[in-house]
């Protein structure tokens, strides 16, 4: 049937559109007069109406800090407290990070690693000790990755418990878990068996990014944050597919059969249909470059959504990402069309995750994100602390300020105050922050 689906292709005629390139080859439905395409041309920088925050600081000197240093009161003073000694001035805090909140969310569960009661709300207390001492805070939202791969969440309230026909499914399952009703304890084992056997491709389990109800939810988050904290910016991380292997869910495939309709002939459509009746990838299958289209499209409108709904509460907060740093990678395979979103103006800053010790490696990935950025402002490059020595991670700030980023930020507060800094030695975050910004 596939053969049949591919090389249909090339005979269909598509209302509104024509087909570019080889049939089979990830061919796309080229889009009618009108209709927004896949990589929209390049603007002027000068045409981004950027928040004054992003001049806050001739350099942005930030740190990622995992939730497990929001957990207690003393772990988050600390935090901050040592992070303004090492000469930083933006933290971006992780508080969503797996469907739960570490802050006084309306709309998901609070961790179960949060200690000290309802009273303790560790966002609230990280901005107001930041702000105290000048520092910036960002809320560092994990967008589609929900949960991992080990046992379910404990609240029943948590996304996964609660609605589990909202989350992705992997190719290798699609028909399987077709059969299967989502509420069914089988299909959430199922998932996660597949992501712990996977685990070098898929970090646990995702939602689905074309659900509406997943959108809608996430977007919610978002202004909930927004609205309710004194925040200097909201931080995108998971804000794409775990892979080209997702997702093959029910409703997905027939989100995208409804979605393609308009734009191929009647016929076309009609001969894929009738496929599709014994088969559940015939769409996707068939018409291999829309449907890349078509993920790349859900990932793209909700960044394009929040952002429009912050800027409309909060004009002066940044929106930022987490991107893949090789942005071809991220386009194909992640569904991330994160240079696209700086074209667009859907997003303040880019950061990408250059996690490497390869200097010459790093500098290349910089040098092309500030390609697309155009203005020192809308990118900060992203260093892997943890792959680096201190040597190697003060190179890479070197490097990063002469490609013209707008700052740097380290991944992660937690592993430089920890595995990073044997016993009985100065910080790992004390010495680079030293070297690189108090010194300077």
């Not at 380290?410 to 595995?419: C, I, M, N, P, R």
Request: net charge negative.
């Amino acid at each position: 049937m596939r053969a049949a689906a591919v090389a249909l292709i090339g005979s269909l005629a598509v209302a509104g559109c024509s087909m570019v390139g080889a049939p089979g080859s990830g061919s796309v439905l080229e889009p009618s007069p009108g209709e927004a395409s896949a990589r929209p041309p390049a603007r002027s920088a000068t045409e981004f109406n950027l928040p004054r925050a992003l001049y806050r600081f001739p350099e942005v000197r930030g740190v990622w800090v995992v939730r497990s240093t929001l957990t207690t009161e003393a772990r988050v003073r600390s935090m901050v407290l040592a992070a303004h000694e090492a000469g930083f001035n933006t933290l971006i805090l992780q508080v969503r990070g797996r469907g739960d909140a570490f802050y006084d969310s309306r709309l998901e569960p609070r961790s179960e690693s949060v200690q000290g009661g309802p009273a303790f709300d560790p966002l609230a207390l990280a901005i107001d000790e930041a702000h105290a001492r000048g520092m910036a805070v960002h809320a560092w939202v994990n967008t589609h990755l929900v949960w991992g791969s080990g046992d379910a969440p404990e609240s029943p309230a948590h996304l996964v418990n609660e609605h589990p026909d909202w989350l992705a499914v992997p190719r290798a399952l699609g028909r399987e878990l077709r059969a299967v009703d989502p509420f069914d304890p089988a299909f959430r084992e199922a998932l996660s068996r597949y992501a712990s056997d996977n685990s070098g491709s898929v970090e646990g389990l995702y939602s689905s990014p074309s659900h509406p109800a997943v959108q809608e939810h996430v977007y919610d988050v978002w202004m909930d944050l927004a609205e309710r904290y004194a925040l200097d910016g909201i931080h995108f991380d998971y804000i794409r597919f775990p892979s080209q292997a997702y997702d093959y869910s029910a409703g997905a495939l027939e989100r995208f059969r409804r979605w393609v309709r308009p734009r191929m002939s009647r016929g076309g459509w009609q001969e894929l249909d009738e496929a599709y009746a014994d088969d559940p990838y015939a769409f996707a299958d068939g018409l291999p470059g829309p449907w890349d289209d078509y993920r790349r499209s859900q990932i793209t409108q909700l960044v394009e959504r929040i952002y429009g709904g912050i800027k409309t509460r909060k004009p002066e907060m940044v929106v930022s990402a987490a991107v893949f740093a090789d942005s071809d990678d991220a386009y194909e395979n992640r569904f991330q069309d994160w240079r696209g979103w700086l074209d667009r103006g859907i997003i303040d800053v880019a950061v990408p995750m250059v996690y490497t010790a390869e200097n010459e490696r790093f500098r290349g990935h910089v040098q092309a994100a500030a390609a697309s950025a155009g203005l020192r402002e809308r990118l900060w490059a992203g260093i892997g602390a943890y792959v680096n020595t201190v040597d190697g991670t003060l190179a890479k700030i070197d490097i990063a300020r002469g490609e013209g980023a707008g700052g740097v930020i380290l991944f992660s507060y937690d592993w430089a105050v920890t595995e990073g800094t044997p016993d009985g030695t100065a910080s790992y975050l004390d010495r680079v922050g030293r070297e690189a910004f108090i010194r300077r």
